[in-house]
């Protein structure tokens, strides 16, 4: 991958080119210039990439551990549960990469080859990109500084062979920091679907979605809607249902409501779903799980009126 040196203060910036950091950088003097400052060519690469790629769909939290990985995951087994339709997932949390544990590919690698890093493939039509396949081991700290991790993003955009695909699913990292705003920066010349958003049911889950809802708002990232993750608990034998974590404010049902963002259903929290990613499962029998509802009038979301 490409190497930025560590502490590198960005091309934006005014200490470009003239930081501590910057000695020895073979672009010193063109960051230095203000030539590193103009837009970044990989811009129209990405885009000229991203032609074979029908939709895509950023997977957004405000928190980290509200299901957001096993969303990601779940949603693109069940998007390839159609044989004819080709989905990719894109794990762009850099520092905390999941996607490989819970798609049963940990200890898999990435070949390169003449028309770039080949993807993971799960299934014939269901492509995995991670960092977590770059690391020596799963245990390996990832201590990156943001150029470095937009550098790997712009990579992965720009240098994976997805070949034709209908949908790309992009996990990220909860919050908002740089790999969100880099994969919106990348991705917006080339036209993304929206984002999905995750939440659990409690106010100090919602608060930060709040802050992700608005980040998607100043950046002008369509949001396609809210999933409530680890609604209520079933019990497995009694079927009863209690309340894990109360909805103090109403849960993701009123904020979107007040807010005007569709909720696209609750998902509850189910030791069978629990119990399939550490083994990197999918969960063919749903039957086996607690209900899960949703709050359309049609059982599944669409996309360009494309039903799935």
Known sequence: ????????????????????????CP?????????????????????????TVKHK???????GGVGKSTFSAHLAHGLAE???????????????????KIMGLEGEQVHQSGSGWSPVFVEDNLGVM?????LSSPDDAVIWRGPKKNGMIKQF????????????????????????????????AAHIDGAVIITTPQEVSLQDVRKEINFCHKVKLPIIGVVEN?????????KKE??????????????????????????????????????????DSWEQTGRCEGTHSRPRWELHGKRR
């Not at 159609?82 to 490989?100: F, K, R, W, Y």
């Not at 991670?130 to 770059?134: H, I, M, P, Q």
């Open 82 to 100: 159609d044989e004819n339709t080709q989905v990719a997932l894109l794990d762009i949390d850099i520092c905390g990469p999941s996607i490989p």
């Open 130 to 134: 991670s960092v977590g396949f770059l």
């Open 157 to 188: 955009l720009r240098d994976v062979d997805w070949g034709e695909v209908d949908y790309l699913i992009v996990d990220t990292p909860p919050g908002t920091s740089d790999e969100h705003l880099s994969a919106v920066q990348y991705l917006s």
């Open 230 to 238: 680890m609604s209520v608990f079933i019990c497995p034998k009694c």
């Open 27 to 51: 672009n010193q003097r063109l960051c230095a210039s203000g030539a590193g400052a103009a837009p970044d060519p990989a811009i129209e690469e990405i885009k000229e990439k991203m032609k």
């Open 242 to 283: 209690s309340q894990i974590f109360p909805p103090t404010t109403g849960g993701a049902e009123v904020m979107c409501q007040d807010l005007k963002i569709p909720l696209l259903g609750k998902v509850p929290l189910d030791p069978h779903i629990g119990s399939f990613c550490p083994v990197g499962a999918k969960a």
């Open 57 to 63: 769909i950023l997977v957004l939290s405000g928190k």
């Open 1 to 24: 991958m490409e190497e930025v040196p560590q502490g590198c203060p960005g091309t934006g910036s005014a200490q470009a080119g003239r930081g501590a950091s910057c000695q020895g």
